[in-house]
């Protein structure tokens, strides 16, 4: 009997992960949420399961809800987030963690009903989908912190196993799982009094369904998948900011420091971020250049044609410079008409080069119908034969914007070759 369950089981594994990993790999064609639904209506089986159908292995008694369904939907939801991203794999987490308290807070409006009997000896039995409830309610926030925990886990084994996908794979299965054992092993035991015996044989169950899972993923990445394609490189704070919603601070934060005129960053932001960019690009011993862009003649421009007009003029600058950054570059309204430019990664005369593009770009493609010609100057420093420090490069970079200024204007002013 036992060795028949164990083949039943992994018959189930394999069933399991071929039509969900087929889901997952049509979702281009069908829709990403069929596979979510399939993901998420077994749900109520695997609590079901999880609370009353056992059966017997060499190894002790285990429930295949536990075991082949909800490691697999926690395997699988990995697998999801590994294919698209943190926004799309919270959407099946936060709705199953959702749509279980709606389950309960329907149970207790269902439990005042008055019902009447349809069917001989068919008495509906509220005490059971309330403990049924209850325990998928505290699956599902298991879940939910499974879920994080295995994404972020994966994530940080990639520093140092990042093209060994099967391996990340099992180590965060393993871990994770095993936490979750504990866990609902307490709220089946406490619900149920379900012997120990329960949580030792579903721990090694919930072992070999993650081996049996890894060695379908091996197969499926070496027969069937592209594996370059399933390699990312993702910061793992990052990830769990965008799972846990924090990223909406974060995204209001920055908000905070955008020039909505300009759309560059505030001046408060370049003195926040500059120094830790600059010390950032030294410890890699990369170059960095600062770029202080000044338009020329601007106070002319709001006496002669008025402040909206001015505004319009910043707001052309601004659009023009971030059209042409790099995506090492940050572009900050240092203050007036004055912009600072940090580029990583360029030492020098890349950055007098870049200097004259985005001054030439600005003198051709300013608005039509300007009385006064609208250029800029821009002073150029470069770390570390400039300076090591933001301030020592920004003092260089404003003389040397000021040297372009007294040489007539609308010119870059750089490093001796």
């Given at each position: 009997?036992?060795?028949s369950?164990?083949?039943?089981?992994?018959?189930?594994?394999?069933?399991?992960?071929?039509?969900?990993?087929?889901?997952?790999q049509?979702?281009?064609?069908?829709?990403?949420?069929?596979?979510?639904?399939a993901?998420?209506?077994?749900?109520?089986l695997?609590?079901?399961?999880?609370?009353?159908?056992?059966?017997?292995?060499?190894?002790?008694?285990?429930s295949?809800?536990s075991?082949?369904?909800?490691?697999?939907?926690?395997?699988?939801?990995?697998?999801?987030?590994?294919?698209?991203?943190?926004?799309?794999?919270?959407?099946?987490?936060?709705?199953?963690?959702?749509?279980?308290?709606?389950?309960?807070?329907?149970?207790?409006?269902?439990?005042?009903?008055?019902?009447?009997?349809?069917?001989?000896?068919?008495?509906?039995?509220?005490?059971?989908?309330?403990?049924?409830?209850w325990?998928?309610v505290?699956?599902?926030?298991?879940?939910?912190?499974?879920?994080?925990?295995i994404i972020?886990?994966?994530?940080?084994?990639?520093?140092?196993?990042?093209?060994?996908?099967a391996?990340?794979?099992l180590?965060?299965?393993?871990?994770?799982?095993?936490?979750?054992?504990?866990?609902?092993?307490?709220?089946?035991?406490?619900?149920?009094?379900?012997?120990?015996?329960?949580?030792?044989?579903?721990?090694?169950?919930?072992m070999?369904?993650?081996?049996?899972y890894?060695?379908?993923f091996?197969?499926?990445?070496?027969?069937?998948?592209?594996?370059?394609?399933?390699?990312?490189?993702?910061?793992?704070?990052?990830?769990?900011?965008?799972?846990?919603?924090?990223?909406?601070?974060?995204?209001?934060?920055?908000?905070?420091r955008?020039?909505?005129?300009?759309?560059?960053?505030?001046?408060?932001?370049?003195?926040?971020?500059?120094?830790?960019i600059?010390?950032?690009?030294?410890?890699?011993?990369?170059?960095?250049?600062?770029?202080?862009?000044?338009?020329?003649?601007?106070?002319?421009?709001?006496?002669?044609?008025?402040?909206?007009a001015?505004?319009?003029?910043?707001?052309?600058?601004?659009?023009?410079?971030?059209?042409?950054?790099?995506?090492?570059d940050?572009?900050?309204r240092?203050?007036?008409?004055?912009?600072?430019?940090?580029?990583?990664?360029?030492?020098?005369?890349?950055?007098?080069?870049?200097?004259e593009?985005?001054?030439?770009?600005?003198?051709?493609?300013m608005?039509?119908?300007?009385?006064?010609?609208?250029?800029?100057?821009?002073g150029?420093?470069t770390?570390?034969?400039?300076?090591?420090?933001?301030?020592?490069?920004?003092?260089?970079?404003?003389?040397?914007?000021?040297?372009?200024?007294?040489a007539?204007r609308?010119?870059?002013?750089?490093?001796?070759a």
């Amino acid at each position: 009997m036992a060795f028949s369950n164990t083949l039943l089981l992994i018959a189930q594994a394999v069933f399991y992960f071929v039509v969900m990993i087929s889901l997952l790999q049509a979702r281009r064609q069908i829709g990403i949420g069929v596979f979510m639904c399939a993901l998420g209506v077994m749900h109520f089986l695997e609590t079901y399961l999880a609370s009353v159908f056992y059966i017997t292995l060499p190894f002790g008694i285990v429930s295949p809800g536990s075991t082949v369904l909800f490691s697999g939907k926690l395997l699988m939801i990995l697998l999801l987030y590994i294919r698209e991203d943190a926004l799309v794999v919270r959407q099946p987490i936060y709705g199953l963690l959702i749509g279980n308290f709606l389950i309960v807070g329907l149970v207790m409006i269902l439990r005042n009903h008055e019902t009447v009997i349809v069917s001989e000896g068919r008495i509906p039995d509220i005490s059971f989908v309330d403990e049924i409830g209850w325990l998928m309610v505290w699956g599902t926030i298991l879940l939910f912190i499974d879920s994080i925990a295995i994404i972020v886990l994966y994530e940080r084994l990639g520093k140092w196993l990042k093209h060994h996908l099967a391996a990340r794979f099992l180590i965060c299965g393993a871990v994770v799982l095993t936490f979750d054992q504990a866990g609902f092993y307490m709220a089946l035991h406490y619900v149920s009094g379900a012997p120990i015996q329960v949580f030792f044989g579903g721990w090694a169950a919930k072992m070999g369904a993650v081996l049996i899972y890894v060695i379908l993923f091996w197969l499926y990445l070496s027969f069937v998948a592209n594996k370059e394609s399933w390699l990312a490189d993702r910061s793992f704070l990052d990830v769990f900011n965008v799972l846990t919603y924090r990223e909406r601070y974060h995204r209001l934060l920055e908000d905070s420091r955008v020039d909505h005129l300009t759309g560059a960053l505030h001046r408060k932001a370049y003195e926040e971020q500059a120094p830790r960019i600059l010390s950032q690009s030294m410890a890699k011993g990369h170059a960095l250049s600062l770029l202080v862009i000044d338009i020329d003649h601007f106070k002319r421009v709001n006496d002669e044609h008025g402040h909206q007009a001015g505004d319009r003029v910043l707001q052309a600058v601004g659009k023009l410079l971030q059209r042409n950054l790099r995506s090492d570059d940050q572009l900050y309204r240092f203050g007036g008409e004055e912009f600072v430019l940090l580029s990583d990664r360029l030492p020098a005369e890349g950055a007098r080069s870049m200097a004259e593009r985005l001054r030439h770009s600005i003198e051709m493609e300013m608005l039509a119908g300007q009385t006064v010609p609208v250029t800029v100057s821009i002073g150029v420093a470069t770390s570390p034969e400039d300076g090591e420090t933001v301030e020592r490069l920004f003092d260089v970079a404003d003389k040397r914007l000021y040297e372009a200024k007294r040489a007539g204007r609308n010119r870059v002013v750089g490093s001796v070759a």
